[in-house]
Each structure stands twice: as structure tokens, then as C-alpha cells.
């Protein structure tokens, strides 16, 4: 079995041990699969979140401030104010790793996604990434909502009821500073202040 397979065996059994829930709380997962470090007293930054944290930073007007303290102590946790989800659970190491099976569950968990998205009905969901598995989420998700013209680094954006749904490029893509994603919650605040 390669590196690539146990650590992805190690993955699910941990979910299976935390009770196959469609949500894991992200500080305890991280702990259980072994990769600590996103959430020790001094974590380290993790890239994709630390950009994705930088644009609710821009979309809240006050609030959150410490990236790193925010990803340490509320990123994805239960009992917190963001739901961070994969749209496939077989996760990726970089954008280069190819992983089979990423749309085994695709549909499954779109309608999953789709019904908490109905039912909680959050202010902000940020989709990220370009894929055919992305567009096929951004199609689902979004199908009746109003467009919005795009908005900073082509973000597409759109409104499905209260929730302002936003598609962008991946945040470990080379190039984007964090800045940007600060500037691109900034931009869509306006938006939903502006369509409200």
C-alpha cells in the first residue's frame, strides 16, 4: 500500500470512529488523522485556509482579525461560525494530485450540501476551484439563484435567497496574495449590503 493510500485508509477510519457524520468538527479530525499543526498553541498557517479566513475577514466589518488564532481556535469547528466542507472526502495534498473516485459521491453529497444550504441558509458560501466536479457543485447549488456580475479575480457571484454564493479559483493557485481574498470578502460585503 503506498503513503497515498494509507493516509487516505487512515482518513476514513477516523471519520468512521467519529461516527460517519457528514460534518467532522476540523480541530478533532486533524488531531485524529495526525496532522496536529493546524491547531497547536502556535499553529502553523495553513495556505488555503489562511486566504479562505482572509475573505471573511473582508466580509465581516468586525469581528474576526488573527487569521492564525482564528484557524487555531474556530475554523470548521462544531460549535463554531464556519462550516468548512469538502465536496469530495477524499481530500488532495496539492492541486496536482490526482485522486480516482472523486465523483463516486458527488451527487450524494451536493444534495446533502444543498439541503443544510436551504435549511441554514448562511450569509456567505465561497466555492473554490475550477474543476468539472466544481462546476457541477456551482450549477447544483446555485440552480435559481439571481447572477451578480463577477466580481474581483472573475469571481462569479450570485444570491440564492439570502445566502451570496461566490465561485473562485483555488486559493493555493501561485500568485494570489492574501490580500486578495481580504479584498475579495471586502467586495462581496458590498455586494450583499447592496442587494439587501
Known sequence: MSKDDRELETR??????????????????HKRIGVPQWHAIKPKPQHTWTRLISCLIGFQAEGVTDRIAYQRDHWGVHDGQTCVIELSGIAANNLATKRQYRRTFLDDRLKKIGSNLQSYKPSLLVLYGKSSCCKTAWDYLTSGAVDIDSCFSDTSVRKL????????????NFGQKISDWESLGQELRHIKLSAA
Open 12 to 29: 476514513y477510519e477516523v471519520w468512521r470512529d467519529l461516527g460517519c457524520l457528514d460534518l467532522d468538527d476540523c480541530v478533532e479530525f
Open 161 to 172: 435567497g439570502e445566502t451570496l454564493v461566490a465561485w473562485a479559483t483555488h486559493p493555493a
